[in-house]
């Protein structure tokens, strides 16, 4: 193993290149021009331009792996090897690392602005199962200290190659290369000294000796065995004898304590007994080599190997001759003795042209990394000779699964020709993982219930990369910190009017008051849920709309105590547009906290928040999966509002709409994530209106900021051909939309039979936009087909209802003989008893 892997941004220094080749895997930028015939491991750092083609070449030419942006491993996901892919991750990108793209790879390469190994050891808990690198974007070259810090969380540092040196490092701006290496070696010794093991270019050991910083660091310089005599300091191999050492490579045992030299030996060999071992004579595969190496050089004339070396004609035939004689073997000794000749005289051939076993080794790894593979037919001049085979295998299909050049399209189906079968896929959405990321979100949720405030404040460093000194700001909230433009305050406190008026006329003032018989009322009432947490997803995002949402049906309601949680901004603050609603809605208090550990500060409490009754408001995976573990917790005693999943939008169209508003419709939903969902139902459409419509679509998207996340999103999404409106309602009830549009000639008409969604936009000139900010409704909505169940948040999501019933004498001896009797019927004496105890004493007392 290597303690760092050096990222080659300058290819001017040859020198320090086959320096850093000698310690480990070199990665190369794929914009260099880099020849890496003669360097059998290094890893290609490549951009969002490079092509499935291109990914391919450079595996199949012998790359260990190619590391690519994220938004490339979703689009070639599937296509190429996940041990061959590197997913390259901004630090603040962790958290969209989905299960999809996890099992595309074996590990990411996180860029950071700081090595903070504390933080970083804090994200490498969720890359458990895969190979954490690690390059900082700093102009520092890590310390020792950093390296070893990096490497005791199991992650790998990546030093660009203009921070490391040959020489003595000058200043923080880089570090020696040997320094680099041994950062993390530690020696049991009394001397200090590190055993090393040293190898031939095959990997069999020739002898045991010692190792210190100096020899290491001038072995590693210049390419030659240099070592520690414990009796006479530092010893270069062969300098008296000649029997030199060129070092291939230098490398790490698995706990850092030991080192191995792989090396190509010259001379009578490594032992002052002049044998190629300490451990004996070499056997095997090595001995011949060594044997033929001899013979070719110094064979007697005469000698039949020296014929061999000298008759290519007489060579090839034993080849082939050898080769037959094996096809025809059958028994494991037969067949063992004829591969034996037929290598003996392969080897011939190879050490004839100056090729070797490691060049064999070499070649037989590169052809390991070959993701392509040709079907492997033997020719044509050998077919006869051939036993029949079973059909190969045709090679795997690299080819992009879809063209993200061209233009923006969705998938079309018609409902007419649709089998039942089909019609059911269409109304699935992408399989949650939900209980692989509530196992991911666990120890966030237990670090919080256990350490309280002092593990927001860690994770406020670690995830928002802000350090607070407090999480919970109470009201009056300062004025600076709601310092807004005249326009923004003006439009939030509209939107704010809207969703009042609307969720204020939601309110159960009055009691339901039914006499179900005479003498017997029975009645149900509202009450407030007393404290609830609001989340607001934010950062580097501004969601006022969200915190109006939540915060304006909570204070309408009543609730007593209102936290409204959103994550810091990098300087600790939040932002201005949120506060402000804070303020507008009541908060009781704003926790400055974000992910899996804002909800279960909220569902636990800690010193400074307060516990809540119900959790409400959306976010992405970890704060989805927080809320489902919280609320089947029975410590936290804690509800939520809703199941949680991706954005999506049914659009329904018939021959009256606007191609240019459906398309907008359509991308609106689309834009929130490459997961979104969003349904287009044509309703008889002709096949010209649904080619504008997809027209718009393109020109639409691809003049939007988001378009990157709108052709996957959209490629994703799917057109519905139904033959009347009917059909097409019939749809939407089954796909029950989060949001449904309806781009109908008599839309008002339609929503009688809208039995399924969670909000309903009617007409043209009726955007999703609208009912997301503004107008009035509420926009945390169900999603993923939980409209069939569920409903959008409203004022009554933050009210608990109550029954009472009230009984006279004379209404319990109506209703009394009931009861009683049904009481027997179950066996439950003592109630029929608590009735009978009661008509018992009105008989006396009347």
């Known amino acids: 193993m290597s303690s760092f892997l050096p990222i080659l941004d300058t290819l001017r220094d040859k020198n320090l290149i086959d320096a850093l080749s000698r310690v480990g895997p070199l990665i190369f930028n794929h914009h260099t021009n880099f020849d890496a015939r003669f360097i059998s491991n290094y890893h290609v750092l490549a951009d969002a331009t490079a092509s499935l083609d291109q990914i391919t070449h450079w595996l199949d030419q012998g790359a260990e792996k190619v590391i690519l942006p994220l938004q490339k491993i979703k689009e070639i996901s599937g296509q190429l090897p996940a041990e061959r892919l590197i997913a390259l991750l901004d630090i603040n990108s962790v958290s969209a690392v989905s299960d999809t793209v996890s099992s595309a790879v074996s590990g990411v390469l996180l860029k950071t602005p700081s090595l903070d190994v504390d933080f970083i050891t804090s994200i490498t808990k969720f890359f458990s199962s895969s190979t954490v690198l690690v390059l900082a974007d700093t102009a520092e070259a890590p310390s020792k200290a950093q390296i070893r810090g990096l490497i005791a969380a199991g992650t790998t540092p990546v030093i660009p190659s203009s921070q490391i040196t040959l020489d003595a490092s000058t200043g923080p701006s880089q570090i020696n290369i040997a320094d680099a290496f041994l950062a993390p070696v530690t020696s049991d010794r009394p001397d200090g000294l590190f055993p090393t093991i040293v190898s031939n270019h095959t990997g069999h050991s020739m002898g045991l000796v010692y190792s210190s910083p100096e020899s290491v660091k001038q072995s590693i310089i210049t390419g030659q065995g240099v070592y520690q005599s414990r009796k006479h300091g530092l010893w270069k191999k062969g300098e008296t004898s000649g029997a030199v050492q060129d070092v291939i490579s230098v490398r790490l045992d698995c706990d850092s304590d030991a080192l191995e030299f792989r090396v190509v030996q010259h001379g009578a060999g490594f032992c002052h007994l002049n044998r190629a071992s300490c451990f004996g004579h070499l056997s095997g595969i ?280 959103t994550p810091p901004r990098a300087d600790g603050s939040v932002s201005p547009e949120v506060m402000y609603v804070a303020q507008l809605v009541g908060a009781t208090a704003v926790l400055k906290a974000g992910g899996g550990q804002a909800v279960a500060a909220m569902a636990y409490g800690t010193g400074t928040v307060p516990k809540v009754d119900k959790i409400f408001g959306p976010g992405n995976q970890w704060v989805t999966a927080a809320k489902m573990l919280v609320q089947n917790d029975t410590d936290a005693l804690v509800s939520i509002d809703m199941p949680a999943g991706p954005s999506e939008v049914l659009v329904i169209a018939d021959e009256t709409a606007n191609p240019a508003f459906v398309a907008a419709d359509l991308l609106s939903q689309a834009e929130h994530g490459v997961d979104s969902q969003v349904v287009l139902v044509g309703v008889a459409l002709s096949d010209a209106l649904l080619a504008a419509i997809e027209e718009q679509v393109d020109q639409q998207a691809n003049a939007l900021s988001r378009v990157t996340i709108l052709r996957e999103s959209v490629s994703k999404s799917i057109i519905v051909k139904a033959s009347n409106l009917q059909e097409a309602l019939d749809f939407s009830n089954d796909y029950a939309p989060e949001h449904l549009i309806l781009h109908l000639r008599d839309a008002p008409a339609a929503v009688a039979d809208v039995q399924n969604a969670g909000s309903v936009f009617v007409g043209a000139f009726t955007p999703e936009s609208c009912g997301d900010y503004a107008s009035g409704t509420n926009h945390t909505l169900p999603t993923n087909g939980y409209a069939r169940q569920f409903s959008g948040v409203n004022t009554q999501s933050f009210q608990k209802h109550i029954t009472s019933q009230q009984i006279t004498e004379a209404g319990l001896k109506e209703l009394g003989p009931i009861v009683a009797t049904l009481a027997d019927c179950e066996g439950l004496s003592a109630h029929a008893n608590a009735v009978r105890v009661r008509l018992r004493a009105g008989l006396t007392s009347s």
């Open 286 to 565: 090595p001995a011949l080599e060594e044997t033929l190496r001899s013979r070719f050089e110094e064979a007697p004339e005469g000698s039949y190997t020296k014929r061999l070396f000298s008759d290519e004609r007489l060579l090839a035939s034993k080849i082939k001759e050898e080769a037959d004689e094996l096809c025809a073997a059958q028994s494991p000794e037969d067949v063992a003795f004829e591969a034996a000749d037929l290598f003996y005289f392969a080897l011939t051939k190879c050490i004839s042209t100056g090729v070797t076993v490691a060049d064999l080794e070499r070649s037989l790894d590169k052809k390991a990394k070959k993701v392509t593979r040709r079907p492997g037919n033997a020719k044509p001049q050998y077919e006869a000779k051939a036993t029949p085979a079973p059909p190969s295998v045709p090679p795997k299909d690299v080819s992009p699964k879809e063209d993200f050049s061209g233009p923006i399209r969705m998938t079309t189906s018609d409902l007419s020709t649709t089998s039942p079968e089909a019609r059911d896929r269409l109304l699935k959405r992408p399989v949650l993982r939900s209980d692989e990321m509530i196992s991911k979100v666990k120890p966030i949720v237990d670090d919080v219930r256990a350490r309280g405030d002092a593990a927001l404040l860690d994770f406020a460093l670690k995830f928002d990369r802000a350090t607070l000194t407090s999480t919970v700001i109470r009201p009056p909230f300062a004025p600076k910190s709601m310092q807004l433009t005249e326009e923004v305050k003006h439009a939030i406190d509209a939107a704010y009017s809207n969703i009042r008026k609307f969720h204020a006329a939601q309110v159960n003032a009055e009691a339901l008051v039914v006499e179900t018989m005479p003498g017997v009322v029975c009645s149900r009432f509202s009450r407030p849920i007393e404290r609830v947490g609001l989340y607001v997803p934010g950062g580097t995002a501004v969601l006022p709309s969200t915190a109006l949402m939540l915060g304006v049906p909570a204070q309408v309601a009543g609730c007593k105590e209102i936290v409204l949680a």
